[in-house]
């Protein structure tokens, strides 16, 4: 029986119905420890009626070990792999260790259990249980979370037990409910029933001193001798001052285990320190120390161990710590060298490498070697965590110094593509650089910039690669060609013209007149305002990317070319380019580079009027740089979600996305991010009117060559408007400069409608036909609805309302097909003012009112894509595609798939 649990027993309950009903969802109850997480996953398992159920439990140790807790979980079902594709089921059982295949693809691996449990829920509802889900290996924690976001359609709960105060995060995505302790009344009942009989005295001690922790309230009172129970003796060994709820349950689960013979105190010792809950495994471990199955079940007695068939676990993971914290450093060695010789010829390496490790007391090679090994099989499998766990270690028990130094590095590269930089640096400042061989110091340089370029300013990063970087032939080729690349691309994040030409001229040198360094030599010249030669030379790159498959260009390098030609304005090139590279990655399940390849695709959609798409890809790139732990990557991308709501003027939504991305944007010098940031809000003012803020906020942002393209208009605009023309005379000759570079009509339309706005009389006239008439070419509607507005508007002042009227109907049907509710309120009030009486409303397909997700599903089956082709390019299952098209045709008003392909795209 739960006591004062109602509201998150019924939480819980609706989270269940949901999953009968096919709305598959998740939920994490999280709190401290001992606070009753166990308790309602308990309650769950009870009231799944009807529902197929499967557990697992996070454990400390585990963690080390890459999809252990996914193994776990999936354990009673691994029969039904083989009913997989043979991609995912390779992908499982390579994950799994079953044999060889793709394991290192962790988003295959997603996919392989989401479709895994989608099949399970055919048959009946399904709950997924997982427990202690702050001690999952992160493989496992990522999957589940992967898992999660695609629920919907699925007859699948999944409901996770995560602990407060342990460094991880509560997922974003699931929905979380928060157990704190038991209120008074509450804790007074559970106190009551458990333990009937306690002095009034002592009965208020507990309840303080617990403050309402269920654990506490349960445990607390079984280490009180019958003298304390009756109020003789007060002083409690557990202390008076206060200390952490925490310590207090240690010291109790201490004095239990203390009662054991030394025998069963031995086993117990040995369970704590194996975790896996191996009970085989436990026996033979002790049986080498002098345990057996009697000490186990007096252990069982003691109610700290629970047995579950072949597997023991303990009561709560605080015993366990208690355990091993109370033992002497002697008995723990002697419980690890027990598991390491019980594990030896067995198939599990890892953990016996793992056991033999902690069993060390100074430096060993030859443990260190296997640990080494041990890093370099979790790596295959993408459990980079557990690699540089697994190298710092090692780098620990080295003899020889330069190995210490080498694995040292190795580890802390490894928590770079982990994402857990502050630790990454932490490993990188231990190593010794006085006994590191040349390469590692390179690559311990690269480390150290790719930290920096996330959490500090990308102009230092450029800098410290390219000072690590020696003209000699120790380092690879491509390690030398790949930093050069990542010194070019963080100059460009600074604005720092020097460090992208020093990285060109060593790229030239080292590769001849490769694509990338010609593109790389050119984006240093367009930063010095070299546009005559720049942009042709990036739009011709551009060009050769699209076209191009030998084995020279390959994704990377294309991408690279692809991002520096988006300045050429050539949108039907780039986002050609970067559909191709988006529908490869999704093919090959590369995930790494998707969240960049969708940036750039939603940039370009953008100045393509394609707001949904953009809306859509950069909401997917933001998940996958979130996962990835890319800082800089989501900022951007913040930036550039909230350029779409300006355009659609949420103002609330574009401030919450871009100001703070601007001001961490300002403070490191991400010259890129700071104008991405100032575009969207320069464009939410001047939709607003506020033409004065405008102006403030790009001179706050400075002048960044590669964003000054986006500003100018803006500039000359707001400067016209405040009546400050001095102002506008820099940004038209930019925009003047870069439009007959690119050739590209519609610069050239953008440049004509801003000497417009300068000049006038017959000039301004002129200007503005020539504007309209360049727009001829549909690349960019959003903007030529911005000329005719404004030509409209300067028509409308002469008095040549019939004239008008033409340029502001089509001003106003274009922003209201594109979703841009301020700009088409200011044609239409142009449009009264002209005398217009009858203002049509243009009616849109309903894509604005669809999810990110049903959108895409939408676009793909609008297409003639199938389910299960949808579901392999967006990592769903089938059953989601279907549930997403339910969805979305209402919205749509059709009433089939086949009516999809009618919706413009």
């Known amino acids: 029986m739960l006591y004062g649990r109602g509201a998150e027993q019924a939480a819980i309950d609706r989270l269940l119905e949901t999953a009968r009903e096919g709305r598959g969802a998740s939920l994490v109850v999280g709190g401290p420890a001992g606070v009753g997480k166990s308790a309602l996953l308990d309650y769950a398992c009870l009231a799944a009626c009807g529902m197929r159920v499967l557990w697992a439990k996070g454990a400390e140790f585990e963690a080390e070990f890459p999809f252990s807790g996914l193994h776990m979980l999936l354990n009673p079902v691994l029969d039904r ?23 290192g693809n962790r988003f295959l691996v997603g996919m392989a259990v989401l479709t895994l449990l989608s099949k399970l829920a055919e048959e009946r509802p399904l709950l997924c249980l997982v427990d202690d889900a702050h001690w999952l290996d992160r493989s496992s924690a990522e999957t589940l979370l992967f898992v999660s976001r695609r629920l919907a359609g699925e007859r699948v709960a999944l409901l996770c037990a995560m602990r407060d105060g342990t460094g991880e995060e509560f997922p974003s995505t699931m929905s979380v409910v928060r157990l704190a302790g038991l209120d008074r ?143 002497t450093l002697a008995r723990r060695l002697a419980a690890h060298r027990a598991l390491a010789a019980a594990l030896a010829g067995s198939d599990a390496p890892d953990r016996r490498a793992w056991h033999l490790a902690a069993a060390a007391t100074g430096p060993d090679e030859p443990i260190a070697t296997l640990l080494e090994e041990t890093g370099c099989r979790v790596a295959a499998r993408s459990g980079y965590a557990a690699q540089s766990a697994a190298l710092e270690r090692a780098a620990e028990l080295s003899v020889d110094p330069a190995a210490r130094a080498r694995r040292l590095v190795g580890a802390a590269e490894a928590a770079c593509r982990a994402g857990e930089l502050h630790r990454a640096m932490t490993l990188a400042g231990r190593v010794d650089r006085t006994r590191a061989a040349r390469l590692h110091q390179v690559r311990l340089a690269r480390v150290r910039a790719t930290v920096e370029f996330e959490t500090g300013s990308p102009a230092t990063s450029g800098r410290l ?20 690349v990542q010194a070019a691309r963080d100059g460009c994040f600074a604005n720092d013209a020097e460090v992208i030409a020093e990285a060109a001229r060593r790229l030239a040198k080292l590769d001849g007149g490769s694509p990338l360094a ?78 960049l390849i969708l940036e750039y695709l939603a940039l370009a959609e953008i100045f393509a009027g394609r707001f949904p798409d953009a809306r859509e890809h950069a909401t997917e790139a933001l998940d996958l740089a979130a996962g990835q732990g890319h800082l800089h990557r989501i900022d951007h991308l913040r930036c550039v979600l909230a350029w779409a709501a300006a355009v659609a003027g949420d103002e609330d939504r574009c401030r919450e996305l871009a100001e703070p991305a601007f001001a961490r944007a300002l403070e490191r010098g991400v010259s890129r991010t700071v104008s991405r940031g100032a575009m969207a809000l320069t464009l939410l003012e001047m939709s607003l009117g506020r033409y004065e803020q405008a102006l403030d906020r790009m001179a706050a942002a400075g002048h960044n060559p590669v964003g000054a393209l986006h500003f100018s208009p803006e500039q000359v605009e707001a400067a016209v408007r405040t009546g400050q023309p001095e102002r506008a005379v820099e940004p038209l000759s930019y925009l003047r400069r870069w439009a007959e570079a690119s050739g590209q009509p519609w610069g050239l339309a953008m440049a004509r409608r801003c000497a417009a706005l300068v000049a ?62 301020p700009w088409a309120n200011r044609a239409r009030a142009e449009l009264r003012a002209t005398g217009e009486v009858s203002l049509v409303t243009v009616v849109k397909p309903g894509l604005d009112g669809l999810t990110p997700q049903e959108l895409q599903v939408v676009r793909l089956a609008a297409r003639g894509l199938s389910n299960r082709e949808i579901g392999a390019q967006l990592f769903l299952s089938p059953k989601t595609v279907a549930y997403h098209l339910y969805k979305a045709y209402p919205k749509l008003g059709v009433a089939s798939r086949r009516d999809l392909s009618t919706l413009a795209r």
């Open 760 to 821: 006038g009389g017959d000039e301004a006239e002129a200007h503005f036909e020539e504007a309209v008439r360049l727009h001829g070419d549909g690349v960019r509607p959003f903007e030529r609805a911005r000329t005719e507005l404004l030509y409209g508007e300067w028509l409308r002042r002469s008095r040549r309302r019939t004239e008008a009227r033409t340029h502001l109907r089509s001003a106003l049907q274009t922003f209201e097909r594109l979703g841009a509710p």
């Open 518 to 595: 010609t593109g790389i030599e050119a984006l240093a010249r367009l930063i010095r305002g070299e546009l005559a030669y720049a942009v042709p030379r990036m739009r011709e790159l551009a060009v050769h990317a699209v076209n191009h498959t030998g084995p020279e260009l390959g994704p990377e390098e294309r991408l690279t070319l692809g991002g520096l030609a988006i300045v050429c304005g050539d949108y039907e090139i780039v986002l050609g380019l970067f559909e191709k590279l988006a529908a490869e990655a999704r093919a090959d399940s590369t995930i790494g580079p998707l969240p």
């Open 81 to 103: 792999i083989s009913e997989l594709s043979a991609p995912q089921a390779g992908a499982l059982r390579a994950a799994f260790g079953l044999d060889g295949g793709d394991g």
């Open 185 to 327: 009344a509450a804790a007074e009942e559970l106190l009551a029933a458990h333990c009937p009989g306690l002095d009034s005295g002592v009965r208020s001690r507990i309840l303080a001193e617990t403050d309402g922790n269920p654990l506490g309230l349960l445990e607390l009172p079984a280490v009180l001798t019958p003298a304390q129970r009756a109020g003789e003796v007060l002083s409690f060994t557990y202390g008076t001052v206060a200390l952490p709820l925490t310590a207090r349950l240690q010291e109790a689960f201490g004095r239990q285990a203390a009662r054991l013979p030394e025998s069963a105190a031995t086993l117990l010792l040995v369970a704590a320190s194996e975790e896996n809950g191996d009970l085989s495994l436990v026996l033979r471990a002790a049986a080498r120390l002098g345990a057996d199955t009697d000490d186990l079940e007096a252990a069982e007695e003691s109610g700290l161990l629970v047995l579950q068939g072949t597997s023991v676990r303990f009561k709560h993971p605080l015993a366990r710590a208690a355990v091993v914290q109370s033992a």
């Open 465 to 484: 690669l390219l000072d690590a970087i020696e003209d000699d032939a120790v380092v690879p080729r491509a390690l030398l060609s790949s930093m050069l």
